[in-house]
Every structure is written in C-alpha cells, then in structure tokens.
C-alpha cells in the first residue's frame, strides 16, 4: 500500500509543529559569530550564526532589534537566545533572536580591524594621497567578476549616461582563493595601459568571508601606489573593505561607481541648454538697455544741434573770465588798502611825525630822558622839536604836571 504524498506545505507544516513542541527548541541559546548581517527597511535583523562546521539562519524582529542597532556588527561573537522554528515558505530552519549577549568580536573581524589601524598609522588613507576623479574619462578599467552582476550594472549605466567612454574589463575572482592576486594583477596592467583614465574595482554584496579578498594587505598597498586613481565599489552600502578606506573614492555599490564615475550626457545636455537660455536671455536684456539708452542720447537736443554745444561753451567762458576779472580786480582793491593802511601806520609811527604834532623830545649827553630823575638843576640838556634843537639849562625840577593857567596867574 503506498502512502499518500503530502504538499510541501504540508511537510514544512508538520516539521514547525515538531519544532515548537520541542521543548529545548523553544527556548534556546546558541554561540556563534555573526555573518552576512543586514537590517532591513523595517529595521528588521537578518543575519547567520556560524562556528567551524555549520551556519544557522537568524532573524530578529524590530521590537527586540532596536536595542541593538548601533551595537551589532559582522565578525562578533554572540550568544543569541530565542527559539527555533522554520520559515515554512522555504523550508528554512531559523533562530528567531529575542535578546543578545555579547561575547567579542570574530577572528575575522578583529584581523580587519588590526589592519586598518596599521595602514591608518602608514597614512595610505590620508585625504592628501588622495588622487582625483577625472570629470570626463574616456576610459574606464573595471576589475571585478565577468560574470556577476557588478559588470552588467557598471557597462549598462556607463553606456546609459556616457555612451562615448570606452569600457575595458578584467576579469578577476572576486572571492576564494588567489582572488586577491587577480585583483591586484588587474590593477598592475591597467597601470601599464596609458589610456586608462580611472580604475573601478569592486563586486556585489557577501558575507565578510565573501568579501574578504578586498581586505587583502598585499591588495590595499597595490591600490594605493596606483598612478591611475581607484574606485572602490564592494558589496552594499553597509559592507566597508580596506579596499574602500585606501582607494581614491568609495562608491557604496559597483552601480554608484557607475555613476560616479561618469557624467550623465542628459543632465550636460540639460545643463548647455539652461547656460545658453541664460546667455540668450541676458544677451537680449542687455542690447534692449543699450538701445533705449541710445534712444535717449539720439533724443537730446545737443546732438540734434551741435553748434549749440559750441555756443553755451562760449558763454561758459565769458562768464568764466568775468568772474575772474572781477575777483582780480576785488582781490587787487584789497591790497591797495592794506599798503595804504600800512603807510598811514608808518607815518603815525614816525618820531619825526610826532615831533611835527608839538611834542618834544628831552637828551642829556646823547640818550633821552625819561624821568625828572634823570637831570638835577643846573644840568644843560637839549630839547629836540621838528625843525631843530633846543639847548636848555634845567633851572627849576617841579614833580608832576605843570599847570600853566595857574602858574601864569
């Protein structure tokens, strides 16, 4: 008797309900290292638990996951408790993580970190090493999978914004082992190819096993010597490389160093008609500004009559050189004055002037007096007047003045 099959969904089902009913799954702690870690939109968890031998797939929801958003990172060895079911729609085993217990980070992870301290302390990632991306390449060399979907996405978007740019592609493994020779041989002979313009180097996204060939030493240091400047573009967004501390830019997908590398034909073409619509518009404010003001000068009178220019000039400068006749004449009335006034002072000053008014001047041997108590009585002096001298002989010294209407009674 044949047994009658069951759906898929039927199995997966009936497996889950094993699954839940078991009372060590339901509530379980389980060791391993974090790999292939991502958050979903939904701030959901995805990530794998992994020792030497296997891998469990693990989700943690939003409501737990918050707590340890900025926490969490690939290459960490945790001890997760949940329970375990299956996702009935794959048939997948997974551990739904309901809390977290850090343990430290993988053996993976703490070599990268322990690497990209050293290089960072070489300078191989400083700013100033830093070569820049030419704005308009006309050749672009792409190391990465012939196979993957990083070269599809690279030609497609390259051809899409910058038809002209030629594309030349090296085909390496992006992963296993001897992937990071290749990579490195791909750069060497783009360096020895002079019409290379820049290097994109990179693959799509991966576990940090998967993407480990980029954190190759040997590799960093053939990146950084590079004449030609470097494009890194592994893995997501999220996923960092020694390969994207030490190249030129890093692009967070091989789709974004598409774009980055080129300019879109569109948006130039956008561009030149926006500049030439302005220059078009400027050009024709500009020339109607100059031929109104045209207008204006063409409209004033002077131009329409050029003899009356000459005429109100020479007005100007008959009023011009009355004004300054009259200022001379002004000016040269005010010094006659002063020079008369001056010789009125001079005259006024003159000792012979004074002489002439009545005065007199007294001398005793040559010098003039100035006081009675300068002779005694019986001294001779001359007394000088405006026609002549006087010689006297002092007879009487009376103090004070004299009055002469009483002495003459």
Request: charged share 30%; glycine share 6%; proline share 3%.
């Amino acid at each position: 008797m044949k047994l009658k099959p069951l759906s898929v969904t039927h199995v997966n089902s009936y497996i889950k309900k094993l699954i839940l009913n078991d009372p060590i799954l339901y509530n379980v702690r389980v060791k391993g290292e974090i790999s292939n870690f991502k958050v979903h939109s939904s701030k959901n968890m995805y990530f794998s638990l992994k020792d030497d031998n296997s891998k469990l797939r693990c989700i943690m929801f939003s409501e737990n996951a918050i707590e340890y958003e900025n926490t969490l990172k690939e290459g960490m060895n945790v001890v997760a408790n949940g329970y375990i079911s299956i996702y009935e729609r794959d048939g997948a085993v997974q551990l739904y993580v309901k809390s977290i217990e850090m343990e430290g980070m993988g053996q993976l992870y703490a070599d990268f970190l322990k690497l990209k301290d050293k290089l960072q302390s070489e300078g191989l990632f400083a700013e100033a090493k830093k070569k820049t991306i030419p704005q308009y390449p006309g050749s672009i060399g792409v190391i990465t999978s012939e196979t993957g979907a990083a070269v599809r996405d690279i030609i497609n978007i390259v051809k899409r914004r910058f038809p002209k740019v030629s594309i030349k592609i090296y085909p390496a493994l992006v992963q296993g082992e001897n992937s990071a020779k290749q990579l490195i041989k791909g750069i060497q002979l783009f360096n020895e190819i002079s019409n290379i313009d820049v290097i994109i180097i990179g693959r799509g996204g991966g576990s940090i096993e998967e993407l480990w060939s980029f954190n190759d030493e040997n590799l960093a240091r053939e990146i950084a010597k590079s004449k030609i400047p470097v494009i890194s573009a592994v893995g997501h967004e999220t996923d960092y490389t020694i390969s994207d501390f030490v190249s030129d830019l890093r692009a967070p997908t091989p789709s974004a160093a598409a774009e980055l590398c080129v300019p879109s034909l569109l948006d130039m073409e956008y561009r030149l008609e926006h500049i030439k619509n302005k220059m078009t518009k400027d050009i024709k404010a500009r020339l109607e500004k100059k031929g109104i003001a045209l207008e204006n000068i063409a409209g004033k009178r002077p131009l329409r009559s050029p003899e009356m220019i000459y005429d109100k000039k020479k007005v100007d400068l008959d009023y011009i050189l009355e004004k300054m006749g009259k200022k001379m004449s002004a000016n040269m009335d005010g010094r006659i004055r002063t020079i008369e006034m001056t010789g009125r002072n001079l005259f006024n000053l003159n000792p012979l002037s004074i002489l002439s008014r009545g005065y007199s001047v007294a001398q005793k041997e040559g010098k003039t007096l100035k006081s009675a108590d300068d002779v005694v009585e019986g001294q001779v002096i001359n007394v000088m007047l405006s026609d002549g001298t006087l010689e006297c002989s002092v007879d009487k010294i009376c103090k004070g003045m004299i009055d002469y209407e009483k002495d003459e009674l």
